[in-house]
C-alpha cells in the first residue's frame, strides 16, 4: 500500500474538506501519466493524492522547488513522498531529465503548470515545464481544476479554514512525442491549450 500513514490517518481529515469529486472515470487506470493542475493552496497535494492513490496504489511525484529538501524533516518528508527536486534558478532541466525517467518507469508526475501558488486563487501565466515534460516523454496530461482550496488554505496562512473545495479531472491531453529540440511557440501553444482546459474545469478564464 502506498502512502500507508497517509491513507490511514490524514485521508478521513483531508476528506472534511471535499465536497465534490467529477470526472474519476478520466484517470488512466494504466501507465505513465502527468497531472497538471491549477495551483493556490498547501494543501492542493494532499486533495490530489487523495483523489488518485486510493484508485491506482501508486506513489504522486510531484516536482518540488529544491528548497523543501533542505532541512532533515523537510528532506525525509518530501524523499518519502516521491518527491523530485527542482532547481528553478537553473531552469529545471535535471529536474525535467529525472522526471522524464519517472514516467518512462511508469510513474505518475504531478505537475502545477503555473510554478508558485496563486496569491489571489486566479489563474496565473503558465510556464512551459509540464507541455515540455509531456512532449518529451508522450505522455498524457491529466488536467485537474481545483475550486476552493485559495480559500482554505491559501500561501502565508497555517490554520486552514472549515471550507469546502470542489476536484473536477478532464479527458487526457496527448501532445504527441519526440526528442528533439521544441521551440517556444510550440510550447506555449501547448502550455496554452493545457491551461484553457484547466481553466475550464476550475471555472476560471486563461488569458495569457
Not at 484508485?55 to 529538501?69: G, I, N, R, S
Not at 518519502?80 to 527536486?85: E, F, K, Q, S, V
Not at 514516467?103 to 503555473?114: H, V
Not at 490554520?159 to 473536477?168: D, F, G, L, S
Amino acid at each position: 500500500m502506498e502512502y500507508p500513514i497517509i491513507r490511514r490517518i490524514l485521508f478521513p481529515i483531508i476528506g472534511l474538506w471535499i465536497k465534490k469529486i467529477e470526472g474519476t472515470e478520466n484517470i488512466p487506470r494504466k501507465g505513465a501519466f502527468i497531472i497538471a493542475a491549477n495551483h493556490s493552496s498547501y494543501l492542493d497535494h494532499y486533495f490530489l493524492i487523495y483523489v488518485v492513490v486510493p484508485l491506482l496504489d501508486k506513489k504522486l511525484h510531484f516536482l518540488a522547488k529544491k528548497e523543501h529538501f533542505n532541512s532533515l524533516v523537510e528532506r525525509a518528508w518530501h524523499t518519502h513522498g516521491g518527491a523530485i527536486p527542482l532547481d528553478r534558478e537553473k531552469g529545471g532541466k535535471e529536474a525535467l531529465g529525472l522526471a522524464v525517467k519517472a514516467l518512462r518507469e511508469g510513474k505518475i508526475i504531478g505537475i502545477y503548470p503555473e510554478g508558485t501558488r496563486s496569491l489571489t486563487g486566479k489563474l496565473q501565466k503558465a510556464k512551459t515545464g509540464a507541455a515540455r515534460l509531456a512532449i518529451k516523454s508522450g505522455v498524457p496530461i491529466l488536467p485537474v481544476g481545483l475550486t476552493g482550496t485559495f480559500r482554505i488554505l491559501p500561501k502565508g496562512k497555517h490554520i486552514p479554514k472549515m471550507k469546502r473545495a470542489a476536484i473536477k479531472i478532464g479527458r487526457p491531453i496527448y501532445l504527441g512525442h519526440h526528442n528533439k529540440k521544441i521551440n517556444k511557440r510550440t510550447l506555449r501553444l501547448a502550455t496554452t491549450r493545457i491551461m484553457k482546459e484547466i481553466a475550464k474545469l476550475c471555472g476560471q478564464e486563461y488569458d495569457f
